[in-house]
């Protein structure tokens, strides 16, 4: 067999595979459409993610509870605003009405493989969800940006107590005794507690950030010993020696609570709740959250409310261990003081993409087992039996003639991508066909090949001769047990599951070997 004879059977057999991919890929993108197998896949691999169950049937899994636990949170991670909105569906009385029947045909497809809802309530998802969206949604979920917040605040309280007002009442107390005057100094102590505490309440209110509300308090405690120095203390019987002790003891108050750049970097690092904090309040067994417990019993109210709530929630023991993990991680990169949860959320970000590409692994496999049933579906109802097609190709010219000439009339080489030959031949319009009459067979499949291929005659289908040519190759077939035709539709299907994409790219290759060239482009 000569060269140009070889490369003839090569174009005819891959332009075959590569038309008949083209339909499949049209029926798997309605199939994945009917049953909503991208969405359904994002939110399995979003609870497994928070379950941590990378291999659900090995001894290591986590136990029952704990995935139960992730599909609980998933499904208030789906009802949250960032990801709810990502559901976007077709608006309009006739979007609605196919919509209906969609979802009940995947309803049905539940009962039928006893499987479960995985979007709990709700009948549909995103099929798609940006990683900033989980994790700003997963942060809010767990409010760890308010009980920050709270725990800040009541540090700064108790800052201001123990540290702050208590000390100054000991120093200002002492004098009163050494002069026995009780009301000593009692106008500038009332002003500056007013003061200090105004900023206890700048700072809940958000309006003013933790390092600026230090530096407040402390300059309100300069303001304070400025009071002090100018206050008449020698008329009420104060020696210079005890002036002087007096304002001394005020200022190393002072300076021992900012004294230089390090030390207010300590004092700011022990008020303001570290990533490690925050994580632990997902651990009732924790100082942190024991400290949270204690607060909401002095204060109730709001921090009331928001410990029950946390309460509530159902928490993955691996995601409590996932999220302390990447705590650690984002404390050693955070770049300015206030942006740990920044960080936070960027290491969670990160955690979700790395997620996400494994799950898209496991997705393309199973789509690749999808296209093989596909593909499977597609051989038996046409008949696309590779070992004929390859003894028609092989042994009738016309035949082969008219496939390369189609082939070369279609001028693959000024094609971009497998996308652009199904529009060039029709097939991309198989969709709206397709999903009327799915729901019977596939042998619209049939009528759309031969609609868009019927200038030219093709080795498939269900002729009777096709049956008789089958037949006689049948009988001198060297293995009774499995039959030619099989074998024939395997490797058809095996074939077709490699995708448009790979026959496009490999016919290409082929049609410009064939040339001896590509076709210059004008």
Same mark, same amino acid.
């Given at each position: ?201 700048? %700072? ?9 509300? +230090? @530096?407040? !308090?402390?300059? $309100? /405690? *300069?303001?304070?010993? #400025? ?95 996932? %999220? ?9 990169? +955070? @770049?300015? !003081?206030?942006? $740990? /949860? *920044?960080?936070?959320? #960027? ?107 019927? @200038? ?67």
């Amino acid at each position: 067999m000569s060269l140009p004879i070889v490369l003839e059977i090569a174009v005819g057999l891959i332009f075959i595979y590569l038309t008949l991919s083209l339909v499949a890929s049209e029926i798997q993108e309605i199939l994945s459409a009917l049953f909503q197998w991208r969405a359904e896949h994002l939110k399995r691999s979003i609870e497994q993610l928070l379950a941590g169950d990378s291999v659900p049937h090995t001894k290591s899994a986590p136990p029952e509870d704990n995935r139960e636990a992730a599909r609980v949170l998933a499904d208030k991670l789906y009802g949250s605003p960032l990801i709810e909105n990502l559901n976007y569906e077709a608006q309009g009385r006739g979007a609605a009405i196919l919509r209906r029947i969609l979802h009940g045909v995947g309803a049905a497809y539940r009962t039928v493989t006893f499987s479960r809802n995985v979007f709990g309530d709700r009948t549909s998802g995103p099929s798609y969800i940006p990683s900033e969206a989980f994790a700003t949604s997963l942060i809010d979920r767990l409010k760890l940006k308010d009980f920050q917040q709270i725990l800040m605040r009541s540090r700064f309280s108790t800052f201001l107590e123990d540290e702050v007002i208590g000390p100054l009442h000991n120093i200002v107390n002492e004098l009163r005794a050494r002069l026995q005057k009780e009301d000593l100094m009692d106008a500038e102590l009332v002003y500056f507690e007013q003061s200090v505490n105004q900023i206890a309440v700048e %700072l809940t209110a958000r309006r003013l950030p933790l390092d600026a509300a +230090v @530096d407040q !308090v402390l300059y $309100e /405690l *300069q303001a304070f010993e #400025t009071r002090a120095a100018n206050a008449s203390l020698a008329d009420l019987g104060a020696n210079a020696e005890m002036i002087q002790t007096f304002l001394s003891r005020i200022r190393y108050l002072r300076m021992g609570l900012s004294g230089h750049a390090e030390t207010n970097e300590l004092l700011l690092a022990k008020l303001r709740p570290s990533l490690a904090d925050l994580t632990d309040l997902l651990n009732p067994n924790s100082p942190t959250y024991a400290e949270l417990v204690a607060l909401a019993q002095k204060e109730g109210g709001a921090i009331r409310n928001a410990l029950e709530k946390l309460q509530e929630e159902v928490i993955p023991p691996q995601l409590q261990e996932s %999220l302390a993990t990447l705590a650690t991680r984002a404390e050693t990169r +955070v @770049d300015a !003081v206030g942006t $740990e /949860l *920044q960080q936070l959320q #960027t290491e969670v970000e990160t955690w979700f993409d790395n997620g996400m590409e494994r799950a898209a692994g496991v997705y393309r496999r199973n789509v690749k087992g999808v296209g093989l049933m596909v593909g499977l579906a597609i051989a038996f109802i046409l008949n696309a039996d590779t070992l004929y097609m390859f003894n028609r190709l092989s042994t009738n010219q016309a035949v082969r003639s008219s496939i390369v000439q189609t082939a070369d009339q279609l001028d693959i080489g000024s094609l971009e991508s497998a996308e652009a030959l199904a529009a060039e031949q029709g097939i991309d319009d198989l969709s709206d066909t397709l999903v009327s009459e799915l729901r019977g067979d596939l042998r619209s499949v049939g009528l759309a090949v031969e609609e868009s291929l019927a @200038d030219y005659p093709l080795p498939i289908g269900r002729t009777q001769k096709i049956f008789r040519a089958q037949q006689i190759a049948e009988d001198s077939w060297p293995v009774p047990v499995i039959p030619r035709r099989l074998v024939g539709w395997g490797i058809t299907a095996l074939a077709l599951s490699m995708g448009a994409s790979f026959w496009f790219d490999l016919l290409r290759k082929v049609m410009s070997v064939r040339a001896s060239g590509e076709k210059p482009r004008e």
